[in-house]
């Protein structure tokens, strides 16, 4: 694994979503969204997502409407989210679910530390961070998805050359 130094983002998948999580949530922190400054207001907090098979921990911070993100861990999170490994983290966070989280829990793929009710505002804000794509370009939307589902499968297919190759 290496890290993209001026990103400051690791290779790993679970890293690459959550950088990506936390320029949406900066975007999102500076727009003038009545419900995410709502969300965002009065609330002092950092939550922390971590992968415990791979050396991978990202942290946001949210300070009465600032938001920031880090690399690597917390000196104190609020609440910890730690996946089992990375793409565990990926799934479970692009599905957006919260009761495939406690399953998650239930089933070990997943602890939780902290203040678990941050759970519950973040599946709220996290509502906000895919942007709704305007009814003009649906049709475009349309007709690039069987597009990205093959590149998509080409990429899944070379990865898996590639691991097999590297012996993992």
Do not use: C
Not at 54 to 77: C, L, P, T
Not at 95 to 102: C, I, V
Not at 122 to 143: C, G, M, R, S
């Amino acid at each position: 694994m290496f890290t993209v130094p001026v990103l400051d983002i690791k290779s790993d998948p679970l890293d690459v979503l959550l950088a990506v999580i936390g320029y949406r949530l900066s975007m999102l922190a500076d727009s003038n969204d009545e419900a995410v400054e709502a969300l965002f207001a009065d609330r002092q907090v950092t939550i922390e997502f971590a992968s415990a098979e791979s050396d991978v921990a990202r942290h946001f911070s949210f300070d009465n409407g600032e938001f920031s993100q880090r690399s690597g861990h917390a000196e104190k999170a609020d609440l910890t989210i730690t996946f089992k490994d990375s793409m565990t983290g990926v799934k479970l966070l692009t599905k957006g679910d919260l009761p495939a989280f406690m399953t998650a829990v239930q089933e070990g793929n997943l602890s939780i530390e902290g203040d678990y009710s941050l759970m519950m505002w973040f599946n709220k804000l996290a509502k906000h961070i895919v942007p709704t794509i305007p009814d003009e370009y649906q049709p475009y939307v349309q007709k690039a998805k069987p597009y990205a589902y093959k590149a998509q499968k080409f990429t899944n297919h070379w990865i898996g050359v590639a691991k097999h190759k590297l012996g993992k």
